[in-house]
């Protein structure tokens, strides 16, 4: 029977684990059970949501201190299939939606049974469609971002794409609060980047993609996706969780919207960062982003300067990249405070099939963006070979000022 099985992290002050799951399968469908008649029973039956498994953990000190005779538990209750359409906002209503409000509970994992897993489309180009857009195969793919592009006129942002395509990028992306505006309009702004993009590569031979941000009210995005591809845009940057997760799919599910869709983080840190409420980040930034469709997902990185829990990082990255059936596996992007000298430790922990991104590692240098490229590179290519940093700058400037600039860490 199709089903989806929620997995949940929570607390009862009564430690009645058992009772309180009993008590989700039946309050999230059918709403009562002991007291109806027989018949009911048996034409609810299909309905009924049911618990799968009850398994205490250690609580917290705070909530035993409180509650001497409370418990911690993963409780797992599965919802039949027959109880809500085949869409993640029907989902998440039914296995999260009045019960995200009641008290000490997380959402840590949905699993889907195979028959409701081929409702979604995943990503449309994955990591092998993505590295076939850029020729590159062999090591992580490099991506910079606009940094200084608010209130700043069209050349402005034709001077700052061409000096990163010039370092050899492989991914530009906008900075995700870059919205529609007067000075750089979409109809503007995607044909002057792509003239820069051109005119680099005409000295590298090397040709970034460009991530257009896609911003605007819900039932414009579509209209603005098919006008930045029309413009020519390779790939497009979507604040996913600002619109929805379904608005996401309906971008991934439009045949006319063929490129790649960069899943941009913003707001989800108000869902997913206390350890008591919300959503796990494997579940909302891993499993759903790749369901809904995203092919490549931005999160922080466990060492810059917005950083996340090394292991949630990496949980992430399992579940984007993890062997499905159904669904292409996803290029993770840590960020945010990401400079050259991180290059071993970003490889070693997430390794060839991943994206380094960075905004200020690149346009920070201190010879500019382009030389900034080039630092990142150098010390991609050079960790791939197996050389230390140290040793790939004896024969790249720019790498040297970079870790001059930034430090080593080494992994």
């Known amino acids: 029977m199709s089903h989806v099985t929620a997995t949940y992290l929570l607390q009862d002050p009564k430690g009645q684990l058992e009772k309180k799951a009993e008590g989700i399968a039946i309050g999230l469908t059918v709403g009562s059970w002991t007291n109806l008649p027989e018949l009911e029973k048996e034409q609810l039956q299909a309905h009924k949501g049911s618990v799968v498994s009850v398994k205490e953990v250690p609580a917290d000190e705070a909530f035993l201190k409180a509650n001497p005779t409370g418990k911690s538990g993963l409780v797992s209750i599965s919802y039949p299939s027959e109880n809500f359409s085949a869409d993640l906002p029907a989902i998440l209503t039914t296995t999260f939606g009045k019960l995200s409000l009641d008290g000490d509970i997380k959402l840590i994992d949905l699993d889907f049974s195979e028959e409701l897993k081929r409702q979604f489309p995943g990503p449309r180009h994955g990591i092998e469609g993505i590295r076939e857009l850029t020729g590159v195969y062999d090591r992580p793919l490099l991506m ?43 109809e503007q702004r995607v044909p002057i980047g792509l003239a820069a993009i051109a005119e680099a590569a005409m000295e590298t031979g090397h040709q970034p993609l460009y991530a257009v941000n896609i911003t605007g009210k819900t039932f414009e995005l579509k209209d603005r996706a098919k006008q930045a591809i029309e413009l020519g845009a390779p790939a497009l940057l979507f604040n996913v969780f600002a619109y929805g997760l379904d608005v996401l799919q309906a971008l991934r599910d439009d045949k006319e919207i063929d490129v790649p869709i960069l899943a941009h983080p913003a707001v989800a840190g108000a869902l997913t960062m206390s350890p008591k409420h919300g959503f796990s980040n494997q579940l909302l930034l891993g499993k759903l982003l790749r369901m809904a469709g995203a092919d490549l997902v931005l999160f922080p990185s466990p060492y810059g300067s917005v950083a996340m829990d090394k292991s949630e990082t990496l949980a992430i990255t399992e579940e984007l990249r993890k062997e499905d059936a159904q669904f292409k596996p996803v290029l993770p992007v840590p960020s945010a405070g990401i400079h050259p000298g991180m290059t071993e430790l970003l490889i070693r922990d997430f390794g060839i099939d991943s994206v380094i991104n960075a905004g200020g590692g690149i346009h920070g240098h201190p010879e500019g963006a382009a030389k900034g490229g080039e630092a990142f590179r150098d010390a991609i290519d050079g960790v791939v070979a197996g050389r230390t940093l140290e040793e790939t700058a004896k024969e790249s400037p720019s790498l040297q000022i970079a870790l001059d600039t930034w430090g080593y860490v080494k992994a």
């Open 144 to 186: 910079s971002i606009f940094k200084a592009a608010i209130g700043r006129p069209l050349d402005s942002l034709h001077e700052q794409m061409l000096v990163q395509a010039l370092g050899g990028v492989d991914f530009v992306k906008d900075d995700e609060i870059l919205f529609e505006n007067n000075l750089t309009p979409l």
